[in-house]
């Protein structure tokens, strides 16, 4: 159907008006331009734009031609008479004709919202606003709209208002940010809520209308508008979801865009403040709404819709977290960002406003009730079977966080009567309950009270009802609780207490006799080991009668261990048996059972109650395993030991066999009784002349006697006997005691660069290692390794005990990594086969951390022995595959094909894996230039056909690159940067400099990086209208490198990023200088992109160095080479200068302030290399000369005339910029003269100077190499002097935020952050030269002097302030004003001397001083007032700041402890002037100020940016 057209309204306008459509505003939502949605209620749609306006005047009909003006004009040509009543006519006419035909859509869109602060309302004709207003202007178009159409003016401009806010939501300039708005649109929105508010606020506004107009166009509406709804409390988010008449479309758009929200929230780390914001105000209304208590009348229908959304929409996003976590996704994907950032909502911030309320324990039960009941497909057996991998530390980290924020919302008993009660009435998931249990356990202290009383009641309860189900429970809790350490007692413990007694509910009656048993009989296919073991080993007790019961339990467990291949016998006495870990070797066990009975046996002087159930009950492994680790031969010392004792009291209660103990006693005597002999047998060790008498000596004859019995196959039973000597004469020679062997090291200490030992300890360790070659040689003569028994490993496991093994570790790094080339074969066969027993005994060995530098985590056995091998030479690289060829030889060999596992385990993953080009790369990096077997020339074609040919071909699943060249150069600059940071990459000092390119191997392997970087340069262009989706690669490592550091302003963690930044400008640097530019697109002329470079320099270069508001020479010269070089690839090579340089005065200032730094150094190349073009300089470049120029011909004395110097046509900051430089190479003296030639306006140009010398003073604080800071502040003081004198506004320098546009952000990308912060310190440095009579009667004065007082506080509490006092100390004449106290002080003295002379229009709105204003609030502080000194400030931790003792004072009682949080208002200057025990003094005058305000609103300081 065709539009309706109004009838006309009066004469020739009306004739004219009935060809045009007109425009109301009430057009359809969306994207759509069909029929009115208005035909329904017989509604016509007036649209119109003035071009379709003009064309509808000269067409009069559909089917007639055009008419020309002059033929339209033809009946007009006699002029009317100017009259008295001829204005008003037309200007009626105008306004009627406006009013037709005005587009009320755009209208809204194009009128910008109220200023922050406005002059008085006057009443008018309207009578409710003014005419000048924009709410003047909308609504009286709406109403005369409205007045037309016959429709109430309330829902026409709900109409209106929805269609603009449609609108600007399909304004969508970035697809990809989901439900965010981006800047543009949010200052569009912004205003208009701004129009709406007062709409609303004089009844011309229908919410309902305005929310079921909304919803008709669901999908194109952003999450963020529509939370800005509720924030500018135009419709509130529940009235809004209410409104909707389908709850489950409500529902799944509010899942799809939380989810959304979710998965954007550490992507946009920019808008990170207003996600969290929205995820907060959704989950808090959540949780208020959907599990609130309702009763009584209001429970209908209406009530109940909300609740049920709110409890609809956490379900969803509880369900799809849980699914997500269950499919094991990889962390750094989209949906696990989701999860994490949803569970992150769950907070105390979100639920402190309504914790005062009941919704949030239910929320807490009824969200545990969903994770605990979430797809209960796993049976009791799964979870007999699978408990051990549920524990805490193997269930999700993000699980168990939601579990914590859980459980805080409960005590203890809610918490295990909640469980409890969903145990009874649910079908459960085993994997979440126990999970839940492991996380109660570790966080609750009380959990061993509360989970042991669970598990007695559900026992009992087992029993009374022989329920099953309620004794897997027990078992299944306290086996959960056990993995969890010495938190509970072990299963073992519970479990001989439950059923080893008498008092047991087992021994009640045969029922519950027969219950049990048949309960663990049951359970008996599913059942770990560990937990039969203890079956067997800790028996229920029973009476005799049915000792049938048990025997047959037993010998099924015993049948289930056997078909699992564990011996019961063979379990050690003092084994944890709490988890179900895997069970350990019977002779490793029986030494460590020997070590802790020797314990309790010293402690009590009786044999241990274990050993004594072992001799009777186990008597398999007692005589098998226990008695030979206890009796090994040794020379018993002249005074009988602990060791002696324990096995005299065994003797004596007959626990050792007679001809066991003879043999033992035997073969101590006949140790003893050998004496040392200088027959060498072949040893190729001889001991020193004047040792051979001392414990060295003895050590010698030991290892030579050893020697002697390997050479002899008829004496290998006397090798156990004899290594014990060894370890006995080893402990004399090294002045150690038993007890000291057996000593526990947590972990070893090496130096790889430089190790040493003592004298006494090498000779110790080499004469071991000596031998340990030589009997392997001499044993392998005999049979292969495979058959030579275990005398390696006991060697291995007797000599290299823990208080050795440093020493040995010390030695292997000596001969390994600085001798090896030198070592004879014997030597690597044996070293080889040392190391592969070291790494069978690696779960008993401490870590190793070498340095320097140390590494993140420490080093295993196998990985130790990787570290030593470097291939940095020819004779290096041969040691290096001789010692992994015997390694894996001797490893094959020893153990047998079908145990894999076991010898795999003994080798580092870098010795037996094929290398890959990673690998291959870091080898090259460790390439020695002067001890290269390879020529200059052969290692650059070998590295050519490696790269090229060999890796860059190769598959990636083979360690290669696919073919992709860009690939290969990632993967080379992350070794790189590895190896610069690694100790390999140090030299054989340890004071040698971590440097990139320390050795040729490095500049060799840096230039084929350098070559493949020119490659990729060459590559394809763009095509037009596509850009490179993912940009360079460079750039990607260095961002995803600096996401993985930790963040933080402490100096450990900036020192790391400072060191990483500098790896990456020096690798920047050496790469093409086109990399800054980007490769240009296919379009001419070239538009190079620098986007990536500007976003690098703007978030990290720009803090990196200490010339505030500069980059370094080296940087800004290669991107002005690289911008000649862009312009040398364009047709057009001015028009590509310009363009780059005009972007950068908005999207990287901090270039240009750099080029004017270096200005005197860097135009002579540039002036050459463009002298190639043939054409005049571009212009951008002329700006920036002619702004140096300006800059040093201003500060010349030898200027005629102060009117002939004037600024250059380009931005003020600019001409700024280079005049503070100049100020700074040209001193103080000609300052003043040269702002005196500043005649012309340029209110502009020195404020950003004053902003520039800020920079510069604080720099001199920071660095002092920097500058003198009593220069700098005089500058300061100079040019503040001119601005007060000229009355420009300098004030708002100091209120810069990240939300400022225009200049203010531009000052924001040229100044450090850390300098930013530091901008209180500069404010109350310049207290003696304020004008205080002009800056108190500046209104917006007192609310920036407290907000930088306060600011100046929280620098103070963090301490960053401390360059003050070291500034001070070396500097005599800031004594006393630098002191961070010292400014605090005068701060606060002026604070008070300013008061009472502000005006009263100073305190109208000094709300505005909150904490988002000052977010060091957050930090838990102590204000203190001591009568006798000022009032200061005290962190928790009072070491932060050295102060003197006299200014601290304890806190009083009635000190003020601001645990600063946000409020509605979190007004802090409030909360200053109402709590007089904080600051007597400021709090009385700024109340005696209060007192009488009235209106509340903040005068508006003038704003220049």
Not at 595 to 608: D, M, R, S, Y
Request: net charge neutral; glycine share 6%.
């Amino acid at each position: 159907m065709g539009r309706q057209r109004w009838p006309p309204a009066n004469g020739g306008a009306a004739r004219a008006s009935s060809q045009w459509e007109g425009s109301a505003g009430l057009q359809p939502m969306g994207r759509q331009r069909g029929p009115d949605v208005w035909s329904c209620c017989g509604l016509p749609v007036l649209t119109m734009s003035g071009s379709r306006a003009l064309a509808a005047a000269s067409n009069p009909g559909s089917g007639g031609r055009r008419r020309t003006w002059a033929e339209l004009l033809a009946g007009r040509t006699r002029r009317q008479k100017p009259g008295p009543e001829r204005g008003p006519q037309v200007l009626a006419a105008a306004v009627q004709l406006l009013r037709r035909h005005v587009d009320l859509s755009q209208l809204l869109l194009e009128v910008e919202g109220p200023a922050p602060a406005e002059p008085p309302r006057s009443r008018g004709t309207d009578g409710w606003m003014d005419r000048g207003s924009p709410g003047a202007l909308v609504g009286s178009a709406l109403r005369d709209q409205a007045s037309r159409l016959g429709v109430p003016v309330a829902v026409l401009s709900s109409h209106t208002v929805a269609s603009s806010f449609v609108q600007i939501c399909e304004a969508h300039a970035e697809p990809s940010r989901g439900v965010l708005l981006d800047p543009e649109q949010r200052k569009k929105l912004s205003s208009l809520l701004e129009i709406t508010g007062h709409l609303l606020a004089h009844s011309m506004f229908s919410r309902l209308t305005f929310c079921q107009e909304l919803w008709k166009v669901q999908d194109s509406l952003l999450l963020e508008a529509v939370w800005q709804l509720q924030i500018q409390n135009i419709v509130s988010l529940q009235e809004l979801l209410e409104s909707h008449s389908d709850m489950q479309a409500v529902v799944a758009w509010l899942f799809r865009n939380l989810r959304c929200l979710c998965e954007q929230t550490e992507d946009t780390c920019q808008h990170v403040d207003t996600t969290r914001a929205m995820l907060s105000d959704f989950v808090q209304m959540f949780v208020l709404r959907g599990f609130q208590k309702i009763s009584g009348p209001r429970r209908n229908v209406e009530a109940e819709q909300m609740p049920q959304i709110a409890v609809a929409v956490l379900q969803r996003m509880l369900l799809f977290a849980l699914e997500t976590l269950a499919a094991g996704v990889q962390e750094e994907s989209s949906a696990h960002k989701a999860v994490r950032c949803w569970f992150s909502g769950f907070s105390g911030h979100t639920f402190r406003s309504i914790i005062s309320t009941d919704s949030p324990k239910r929320f807490s039960r009824h969200t545990l009730t969903q994770i605990l009941t979430h797809q209960p497909v796993l049976k009791v057996s799964d979870a007999v079977q699978m408990q051990r991998d549920w524990s805490f530390a193997r269930t999700h980290p993000l699980l168990t966080g939601l579990y914590r924020r859980l459980f805080v919302l409960l005590s203890p008993e809610e918490l295990l009567g909640h469980l409890q009660e969903v145990l009874e009435t649910h079908e459960v998931n085993w994997q979440h309950v126990l999970s839940c249990v492991s996380t109660m356990v570790i966080c609750f202290p009380g959990a061993q009270r509360l989970v042991t009383g669970w598990a007695t009641c559900w026992l009992a309860r087992a029993f009374e009802s022989f329920d099953p189900d309620c004794m897997v429970t027990a078992f299944l809790l306290v086996r959960q609780a056990a993995l969890e350490g010495p938190v509970l007692p072990s299963y073992a413990d519970w479990f001989q207490a439950s059923f080893g007694s008498s008092r047991g509910h087992h021994c009640g009656s045969k029922k519950a006799l027969v219950f049990l048993f048949k309960f663990l009989s049951d359970l008996v296919p599913f059942e770990a080991p560990r937990y039969l073991q203890v079956h067997i080993l800790h028996p229920p007790l029973v009476p005799s009668k049915y000792r049938s019961l048990l025997t047959d339990y037993i010998s099924l467990a015993k049948t289930r261990l056997a078909d699992l291949k564990v011996s019961v016998e063979n379990m050690g006495l003092y084994e944890d048996l709490s988890t179900a870990r895997d069970v350990t070797e019977p002779h490793s066990q029986a030494s460590q059972d020997v070590e802790k009975a020797l314990q309790v046996f010293e402690h009590t002087g009786k044999i241990p109650i274990a050993v004594m159930e072992a001799s009777i009950f186990r008597r398999p492994y007692y005589v098998s395993h226990f008695l030979p680790a206890l009796l090994t031969p040794r020379v018993i010392p002249s005074a009988p030991d602990s060791r002696v004792a324990f096995i005299e009291s065994l003797k004596r209660a007959d626990k050792i066999p007679s001809s066991l103990y003879s043999t033992y006693r035997q073969a101590c005597s006949a140790a003893g009784e050998k004496k040392p002999t200088n027959a060498a047998l072949g040893m190729e060790v001889e001991a020193e002349p004047g040792c051979v008498e001392g414990s060295l000596g003895l050590l010698t004859a030991a290892l030579q006697e050893l020697r002697a019995a390997m050479t002899d196959p008829a004496q290998y039973d006397v090798l156990s006997a004899q290594i014990a000597v060894v370890s006995e004469r080893l402990h004399s020679a090294l002045g150690l005691s038993e007890d000291d062997g057996s000593s526990k090291v947590s972990k070893i200490q090496l130096s790889a660069l430089a190790p040493k030992l003592e004298l006494r300890e090498q000779q110790v360790v080499d004469l071991l290692l000596t031998s340990f070659c030589q009997n392997l040689m001499a044993a392998s003569s005999f049979a292969p390794p495979d058959r030579q028994g275990s005398w390696a490993a006991r060697f291995v496991t007797t000599t290299c005990g823990r208080s050795l093994l440093p020493a040995v570790l010390t030695r292997l790094c000596q001969l390994l990594r600085h001798q090896g080339p030198s070592l004879s074969a014997s030597h690597v066969l044996g070293l080889a086969a040392l190391a592969v027993h070291l790494g069978e005994s690696r779960s008993a060995l401490p870590e190793i951390h070498m340095g320097p530098p140390v590494p993140a985590r420490g080093l295993s056995i196998p990985e130790f022995f990787s570290s030593l091998l470097t291939c940095r030479s020819k004779e290096s690289s041969l040691f290096c595959l001789k010692f992994c060829t015997a390694t894996i030889s001797y490893a094959l060999c020893k153990f047998s094909p079908q145990s894999c596992d076991a010898w795999y385990s003994c080798l580092s993953p870098g010795l037996i894996k094929k290398f890959t080009y990673r690998d291959w790369v870091q080898l090259e990096l460790e390439t020695h230039p002067e001890e290269d077997s390879l020529s200059d020339i052969e290692r650059q074609d070998f590295h050519q056909w490696a790269i090229r040919e060999h890796f860059v071909p190769m598959p990636a699943a083979a360690g290669g690159c696919d073919g992709d060249l860009e690939t290969a150069c990632t993967v080379l600059v992350n070794v790189l940067m590895d190896f610069c940071q690694s100790s390999r990459s140090c030299d054989h000092s340890e004071n040698s400099d971590l440097v990139l390119g320390g050795y040729m191997g490095n500049r060799d392997i840096f230039s084929r990086l350098q070559e493949m970087a020119a490659d990729l340069e060459q590559g394809p262009v763009v095509p037009h209208g596509r850009a490179p989706s993912r940009g360079h690669f460079l750039f990607r490592i260095f961002r995803s490198r600096l996401q993985a550091l930790a963040g933080g302003w402490d100096t450990a963690s900036r020192l790391q990023r400072q060191r990483e930044l500098l790896m990456y400008k020096r690798i920047l640097l050496g790469l093409p200088p086109s990399v800054l530019v980007g490769n240009p697109r296919a379009e001419q002329p070239a538009t190079p992109d620098c986007a990536e470079f500007f976003h690098l320099v703007n978030s990290e270069l720009r803090n990196l160095g200490s010339h505030g508001g500069a980059l370094t020479h080296d940087v800004t010269v290669h991107f002005f080479r690289g911008l000649l070089q862009a312009c040398s690839r364009s047709r057009d090579p001015a028009l590509t200068a310009n363009q780059i340089l005009t972007a950068c005065q908005t999207e990287c200032p901090l270039v240009l302030t750099s080029a004017l730094l270096w200005w005197l150094r860097l135009e002579p190349e540039l002036l050459c290399r463009w002298r190639c073009f043939q054409s005049p300089l571009p212009r951008e470049l002329q700006r920036l000369r002619d702004a140096w120029q300006f800059a040093r011909s201003l500060l010349s004395p030898d200027t005629e005339s102060p009117d002939t110097v004037a600024p250059t046509s380009g931005p003020a900051w600019v001409s700024a910029a280079a005049l503070h430089f100049a100020i700074q190479q040209a001193g103080q003296g000609s300052l003043r003269r040269g702002l005196e030639k500043l005649r012309c306006p340029t209110e502009e140009l020195l404020v950003v100077l004053f902003f520039f010398s800020l920079m510069g003073l604080l720099s001199t604080y920071l660095t002092p190499h920097a500058g003198n800071c009593l220069t700098a502040l005089d500058i300061c003081a100079e040019i503040l002097g001119c601005l007060e004198k000229r009355k420009v506004p300098w004030l708002p320098l100091f209120r810069l935020t990240e939300t400022d546009a225009g200049l203010g952000h531009l000052l924001l990308l040229l100044a450090p952050d850390q300098h930013v912060r530091l901008l209180p310190v500069a404010f109350y440095s310049l207290l003696s030269y304020f004008d205080e009579d002009a800056l108190t009667q500046n209104d917006a004065f007192l609310h920036i002097a407290v907000d930088m007082y306060l600011k100046l506080l929280g620098l103070f509490v963090a301490g960053e302030t401390g360059v003050l006092s070291t500034l001070a100390s070396r500097t005599q004449e800031l004594q006393g004003q630098g002191c961070p106290v010292g400014l605090i002080t005068k701060a606060r003295l002026f604070l008070l001397q300013s008061i009472p002379r502000c005006s009263r229009k100073s305190f109208s709105n000094m709300a505005e001083v909150t904490l988002k204003c000052s977010p060091w609030c957050f930090l838990p502080m102590v204000f203190v007032y001591n009568p006798n000194h000022y009032a200061s400030v005290r962190m928790r931790r009072p070491n932060t700041w050295p102060l003197s003792g006299q200014l601290w004072s304890p806190v009083p009682p009635h000190a003020l402890v601001l645990g600063l949080c946000r409020t509605e208002h979190g007004v802090f200057l409030q909360l200053l002037a109402t709590r007089e025990d904080c600051d007597p003094e400021v709090s009385a005058a700024l109340l005696s100020r209060q007192r009488d305000v009235r209106d509340t609103g903040l005068s508006q300081e003038p704003c220049l940016f």
